[in-house]
């Protein structure tokens, strides 16, 4: 049984321009959630989806960002115009159900040059 | 608001030098309490996921408690394979989100 994937696992974007990062979550798992984890700092929460439906994202930043989860494909996190301070490893999670503990995946490494 | 900490923030064993790792947190309706193994460079690993207060659970070295203030993950007889970050997250009743805590790096030398 296939973990969560995420992809790209490294991405390098300039200032200004547009990330897209993919979660694959494990089979038989619909509830997928996103979170950040900056130098220094611990996991911090962004958004939790279901398919097509955004739950929680009280812990998205108001602008630039944005998450979907459609009925088919991966859920995608967008950070549209990077600015350095978005320089993070994003994390994709999920889970079966909103109880259950949440499976890990590898993380996207994103370097805002 | 949830509030989750770690101590230490580091910790250098020998191989075989028992000890615990602590995790305090305030919770306003407490889910379930997590613990997760973090890598260099890798996602969280699941370890354990607790309850309420006096459960315990077990997995091979690492053994986990809880109260209704905070949490031990104890090691026994550790090897250097146990080296890693452990991180302990809540997750509140009214809620979805885990909260983490920032983490106890653990060194385990030959």
């Known amino acids: 049984n296939a973990g969560v994937m995420q992809n790209p696992r490294h991405l390098v974007r300039r200032r200004g321009q547009e990330a897209r990062l993919r979660c694959s979550p494990m089979?038989?798992?619909?509830?997928v959630y996103w979170y950040r984890q900056l130098p220094e700092e611990g996991l911090k929460f962004m958004v939790y989806l279901q398919k097509e439906n955004i739950i929680d994202e009280s812990g998205m930043p108001k602008e630039r960002f944005s998450a979907e989860f459609p009925k088919e494909g991966p859920s995608i996190l967008r950070i549209q115009q990077v600015v350095r301070g978005d320089s993070a490893a994003y994390f994709c999670?999920?889970?079966?159900?909103?109880?259950?503990?949440?499976?890990f995946g590898p993380g996207t490494r994103l370097t805002v040059t | 608001e949830d509030q989750v900490t770690q101590s230490p923030e580091a910790l250098r064993l020998q191989e075989g030098e028992s000890s615990s790792l602590n995790c305090s947190y305030t919770?306003?309706?407490?889910?379930?309490l997590f613990w997760y193994r973090q890598d260099p460079g890798k996602g969280p690993e699941f370890l354990f996921t607790?309850?309420?207060a006096g459960e315990e659970k077990e997995k091979e070295r690492l053994k986990a408690t809880l109260t209704k203030k905070e949490s031990f993950l104890h090691i026994t007889a550790p090897k250097p394979e146990d080296s890693a970050t452990y991180l302990c997250a809540v997750q509140a009743n009214s809620g979805y989100a885990l909260n983490f805590g920032k983490g106890t790096s653990l060194l385990v030398t030959p």
């Open positions: 607790l309850y309420s």
């Open positions: 919770v306003s309706g407490l889910r379930g």
């Open positions: 999670a999920s889970s079966p159900d909103s109880t259950y503990e949440q499976y």
């Open positions: 089979k038989g798992h619909s509830h």
